[in-house]
């Protein structure tokens, strides 16, 4: 199989961004993506660099317009596609969420945001209001199936700091763990270490996406892009610039992931009587 990820810089105006992520998803499937995702909330900047209540209307109800618009999408390019953004629930819940579109249109599920962040660096780059905006996710970690039968997990951001949230889609069956992110210059080095460990450790593919240059109007500096995809064996197979709009298509085998783990005995191995600690 083969996958996209899509990096690019936000605009202020949501359909600007939604419009070029269309652009970017096309150019992937015409490079022969089957599975593409675009980094942390795509369809608008990274407002959570400043609080303020303006941004709350630039929230959506799921099923709602972007993911009607991207349902279209991917039935019309035959892909799946995991599709983050901002969500608003009857009354005031909000969630920093990526919703799971198959090849023929269908919504098959959303994953919420699970550890939502407060990081304070008097407004520069690296500042994460996140709390003001964000509810914690209440779907726990689940595992989408397509219809290709490739079974994907999806963790955002901040989240991947977290080796319990990549092990809970790896127990659940993710063959592909897929990070949209929003990261600043600050976050570059852990990157590709934490996203490596993860795949080894679990057995998985991990796609790691993240914005790239200057969001327009947002925060000051810039997004440092980089995204990655890396095998089971913890090698990096394919990784985009850290300046530049980008769309990297790579091929990948879901059924390394199965062989490894049956190879490895990780999972056979575990002593979960012993880890009793670790959910206290």
Known sequence: MKIGLVQFAGKQDKNANIAHATELIRQAAAEGAEVVCPHELATTIYFPFEE?????????TIPGPATQHFGQLARELGIA???????????????????????????????RKCTIPHI??????????EKYYFRPGDVGFPVFKTLSGLNVG?????????????????????????????SPRTGERAWFFE?????YANGCWVAGVNRVGHDEGGAKGDWFGRSVLINPRGDIVA??????DQVI????????????????GFFRDRRPEMYGRIAR
Request: hydrophobic share 40%; net charge negative.
């Open 120 to 129: 304070r660096r008097n407004g520069v780059l690296g500042t994460g209001y």
């Open 154 to 182: 999806v963790i955002i951001c901040f989240d991947r700091h977290f080796p319990e949230h990549f092990r809970m889609l790896a127990l659940n069956g993710a063959e592909l763990i897929c990070v949209p992110t929003t």
């Open 239 to 244: 990784e985009a610039g850290d300046k530049e």
């Open 195 to 199: 996203l490596q460990a993860a795949a």
């Open 249 to 264: 298509v790579a091929d990948f085998d879901p059924c390394e992931a199965q062989e490894l783990r049956a190879t490895w």
């Open 52 to 60: 303020h209540s303006r941004y709350f209307s630039l929230a959506e």
């Open 81 to 111: 596609l995991v599709l983050p953004l901002f969500e608003r629930v009857e009354g005031a819940d909000y969630y920093n969420s990526a919703v799971m579109i198959d090849s023929n249109g269908d919504v098959l599920g959303t994953y």
